[in-house]
């Protein structure tokens, strides 16, 4: 009995004292591997800063020499950038709030709701996940160009609300209400839209932030449809017009990644101040409820 | 409680109305004129004649649309089972990290993935460029020259690939950290004191109860990658664009440079049939999931 007992606590030192170097080591190693990973990153950021001159140079450094602004300055002079940043806020927020409110209020109406044609519909959102939207994008053309919407704020928009995911999603966290929390309320007189507003919405917040942030990154990130539907300088998102900056520019990496830092930035940003939601997002766009 | 049983069906009908509208006008719509286009000889914009199998046929003799095809599949292969299998050994280090520590490295593997394209495109570009990538500093000394990496064809897939698979595969990681955290600890203590090694706890307990989630991603990212186009085509751009072509790209090639709709409208339903097959798949995988 006392044999088994010390062989077993000896067992254990072994592991332990083994995990130990073996998690140092490893622990080294992942941290390392996030460096590398980083490091492209890091470098478009110190290359942004440096003067141009110094980024030509073989063995440019780690740390630049002399930071300098000029290529942000020269970016923020020489291009658009001002409209389209404006461009891109304008769109990708009425994106986010369109697509939002489309969620919850298709979401309320297939969770809470009897109405004829309501499977059919539910049906037709689950299939529509299947769907791939880049090959839509010669129809989308004809559609927006139809309207006269091409190279518009409303025509950038338009194609990017198809979103079944979200009012998959709400009608998920509806469906999980409390059927009492219903029965109390409409007792007290209220009537759908309070119902929807004023209880399974505020119940919801979370999912809603969440929701909002990966479709507004989304938004922001979009390439191919705002590339395809603006003609101008003037209309193009952030997200498509810093490629233009390359072309004017030539061989200047600091300005180009001036460009490239100032796109990516709002992203980073709404990521680094939000990342838990972004987290709990991803896993509710992948069919995993966090 | 007729009454209210109409009021009922009034509101669902103001609550799903825009929803449907946009579904209706550019969803199903859009979906049903791109096969009735891939009929004709139409160009991008205005009528064109109705011209039954012509352009089904083009596709079976078209040089490029069969490089296009070659090009995607390639592109899945090289992204789609590698970035998995780096995904689930960055998760499985990073798992380890408690608290502060593993939100600092989480960060720098995620970072990338929230970046629009045009960003990545720009940032790779430089550290790859011919004269002054610092990347050419480990190019150099296995190939004894600079490689232009964007311009030879036996490098482009690869390193698209490799700058995709650094670009998206947070979202990964972050699925198989949540299947990581949802196996109990418990499991991993009674092995421990069975003496378990660690290659035998991978294994015989990680590995199989992190398998759905490795099927999950394997299928998003199969569906992701076969619509792959933005980063090929910035990369291309000023090359020589038929030898890299892929679908979604040769769908733009056709419509939008060629001014030939009926044609792109083509190669659109077969990307289209393409997809929704994987996707059903997808989605049996999905309800076996859910039912078990």
């Known amino acids: 009995m006392t044999a088994t007992t010390a062989e077993v606590s000896a067992g254990e030192g072994r592991t332990l004292r083994f995990f130990d170097v073996g998690s140092v080591l490893l622990t080294i190693l992942t941290v390392i591997c996030a460096l590398i990973w980083f490091f492209p990153l890091y470098w478009a950021l110190i290359t942004s800063i440096k003067p141009e001159d110094e980024v030509v140079r073989p063995f440019s450094g780690l740390i630049p020499e002399n930071p300098t602004l000029n290529g942000y300055i020269y970016v923020i002079t020489h291009s658009n950038i001002g409209i389209w940043y404006l461009n891109s806020t304008i769109t990708a927020l009425s994106i986010t709030f369109l697509v939002v409110l489309m969620g919850i209020c298709c979401g309320y109406a297939i969770s809470q709701l009897r109405f004829p044609g309501r499977m059919a519909l539910w049906w037709i959102i689950l299939a529509s996940f299947m769907i791939p939207v880049p090959a839509l994008i010669v129809n989308h053309f004809i559609i927006i160009a139809g309207v006269k919407l091409l190279n518009t704020h409303l025509g950038i928009i338009l194609p990017q609300l198809i979103a079944p995911v979200t009012v998959i999603v709400y009608k998920q966290f509806f469906d999980s209400v409390p059927r009492d929390f219903r029965e109390a ?27 909002a942030i990966i479709t507004f990154i989304g938004a ?71 | 409680m007729l009454k209210s049983r109409r009021n009922e069906i009034l509101v669902a009908a103001m609550l799903v109305a825009p929803f449907i509208a946009i579904y209706g006008w550019l969803f199903v719509y859009p979906t049903v004129q791109m096969i009735r286009l891939s009929f004709t000889d139409a160009p991008l914009i205005g009528e064109g004649a109705w011209i039954g199998l012509e352009n089904y046929v083009k596709l079976f003799t078209d040089k490029v649309y069969r490089t296009a095809v070659w ?55 430089w550290l790859f460029d011919v004269q002054f990538g610092i990347l050419q500093s480990v190019i150099e000394p296995i190939m004894g020259q600079p490689v232009n990496v964007w311009r030879r064809i036996p490098w482009f897939m690869p390193t698209v690939a490799l700058v995709t698979i650094w670009w998206t595969n947070g979202f990964s990681i972050l699925l198989f950290l949540a299947g990581l955290r949802n196996i109990s600890h418990e499991i991993y203590e009674a092995a421990e004191l069975d003496g378990a090694k660690r290659g035998q706890v991978f294994w015989k307990i990680t590995w199989p109860l992190i398998w759905p989630v490795t099927v999950l991603c394997l299928t998003i990212q199969l569906i992701l990658q076969l619509k792959i186009f933005d980063q090929v085509y910035l990369f291309s751009l000023g090359g020589r664009t038929a030898q890299t072509m892929v679908l979604v790209q040769y769908i733009f090639d056709q419509a939008f440079v060629h001014n030939d709709g009926g044609y792109g409208a083509t190669v659109a339903v077969s990307l289209f049939i393409i997809v929704v097959a994987f996707s059903v798949l997808q989605f049996q995988g999905l309800r076996a999931r859910g039912e078990r």
């Open chain 1, 185 to 211: 309320a409409v007792m007290d007189g209220a009537n759908e839209f309070q119902l929807l507003f004023r209880i399974f919405l505020p119940m919801n917040w979370g999912v809603t932030t969440a929701l």
């Open chain 1, 220 to 290: 922001w990130n979009a390439f191919l449809w705002p590339f395809l539907a603006t003609k101008t300088e003037d209309m193009m998102t952030v997200t498509v017009g810093i490629t233009e900056v390359q072309d004017t520019f030539g061989v200047a990496y600091a300005r180009v990644l001036a460009g490239a830092v100032m796109a990516g930035l709002p992203v980073a940003l709404v990521y680094l101040i939000f990342q838990r939601r972004v987290t709990q997002a991803i896993m509710l766009s992948a069919g995993i409820k966090g």
């Open chain 2, 71 to 125: 090009n995607t599949s390639y592109f899945v292969l090289l992204t789609v089972i590698p970035g998995t299998a780096v995904a689930l050994a960055i998760a499985l280090v990073v798992s380890r990290l408690r608290g502060y520590a593993q939100s600092l490295v989480l960060a720098a593997f995620f970072l990338p993935y929230v970046l629009p394209v045009t960003v990545v495109y720009l940032i790779w570009n």
